[in-house]
T-cell receptor, first 114, second 112 residues
């Protein structure tokens, strides 16, 4: 079955701490991977995406993610979080075909203590 | 301004009363989706459309219908809403399924 697992439901960190949010997927064939963020009161927006090539992908606001094919993972990282990173983060996967579904994870709520 | 719009933003209705949530995008995108967001479950794709007149079921299509008669519009129809369809609904569009999705502001639906 196609699925995305985000095991961390709620993460609480202090400012300047390092962040790693887990994402594991199950999806047949070649995949494309995404991280989206939902800041309080705002639309969902793209943080970064992986299609092919370098498995280390850099996104906006200092975020990066690493695609590890053997582990079916696409973890999100940031070396030093800020209070403004408080948001909900969603990992998503889709297939190579234009007729593919898009599967989202259940989300991780990140709270940053100032 | 490039955007996805949804209407209404908030809706309270009663069981069985047919409703339509509209979605429109002005970016000439081919791929459009409807999602519902529920606590602890994240976003789940209800239906998607690869282009005009082509739609397919997502993971949770039961109780919903869609149509894609024009590229810009992708309405979500609940023929006979039930309380378990109380949720936050998002429409999104992208060039293809592998491109960045642009999300609408959401429609909060309550079915009594």
């Amino acid at each position: 079955a196609q699925s995305v697992s985000q095991h961390n439901h709620h993460v609480i960190l202090s400012e300047a701490a390092s962040l790693e949010l887990g994402c594991n997927y199950s999806y047949g064939g070649t995949v494309n991977l995404f991280w989206y963020v939902q800041y309080p009161g705002q639309h969902l927006q793209l943080l970064l995406k992986y299609f092919s090539g370098d498995p280390l992908v850099k996104g906006i606001k200092g975020f990066e993610a690493e695609f590890i094919k053997s582990k079916f993972s696409f973890n999100l990282r940031k070396p030093s979080v800020q209070w403004s990173d408080t948001a909900e983060y969603f990992c998503a996967v889709t297939g190579y075909s234009s007729a593919s579904k898009i599967i989202f994870g259940s989300g991780t709520r990140l709270s940053i203590r100032p | 301004e490039a955007q996805v719009t949804q209407n209404p933003r908030y809706l309270i209705t009663v069981t069985g009363k047919k409703l339509t949530v509209t979605c429109s995008q002005n970016m000439n995108h081919e791929y459009m989706s409807w999602y519902r967001q529920d606590p602890g479950l994240g976003l789940r794709q209800i239906y998607y459309s690869m282009n005009v007149e082509v739609t397919d079921k997502g993971d949770v299509p039961e109780g919903y219908k869609v149509s894609r008669k024009e590229k810009r519009n992708f309405p979500l129809i609940l023929e006979s809403p039930s309380p378990n369809q109380t949720s936050l609904y998002f429409c999104a569009s992208s060039l293809t399924n592998t491109d960045t999705q642009y999300f609408g502001p959401g429609t909060r639906l309550t079915v009594l």
